[in-house]
Nanobody, 120 residues
């Protein structure tokens, strides 16, 4: 069983920045950040391919968020700049054994989440 532990969530003002971190108990090639706002469905924010450092982003965060990984330390980060109130939600780290499952929003492993609150 792979364990994922997130950290870095906080309350910030709009326009501020945060960096989220996720440490895994072992290396998994496909990793991602998802988020879920109260009353909304969980959405995929960014993905990271540990084999080629490829990334994808949701349209709503392009240009503001940057995902990066450290394979040696099983770490995934999400640098979030120019935060908006709509970025508020629980942010989850996820890891998937296959790209197909990641795209389907069904990664193999989930972290417990870290809360991000952006005040206007």
């Amino acid at each position: 069983q792979v364990e994922l532990v997130e950290s870095g969530g906080a309350s910030v003002q709009a326009g501020g920045s945060l960096t989220l971190s996720c440490v895994g108990s072992e290396y998994i090639r496909y990793m991602a950040w998802f988020r879920q706002a109260s009353g909304n469905e969980r959405e995929r924010v960014a993905t990271y391919d540990g084999a080629n450092k490829g990334t994808t982003y949701a349209d709503s965060v392009k240009g503001r968020f940057t995902v990066s990984g450290d394979n040696d330390n099983h770490t995934l980060r999400l640098q979030m700049n120019n935060l908006e109130p709509d970025d508020t939600g629980m942010y989850y780290c996820a890891a998937s054994l296959t790209w197909r499952r990641m795209l389907a929003g069904q990664p193999t492993y989930w972290g417990q989440g870290t809360q991000v609150t952006v005040a206007s």
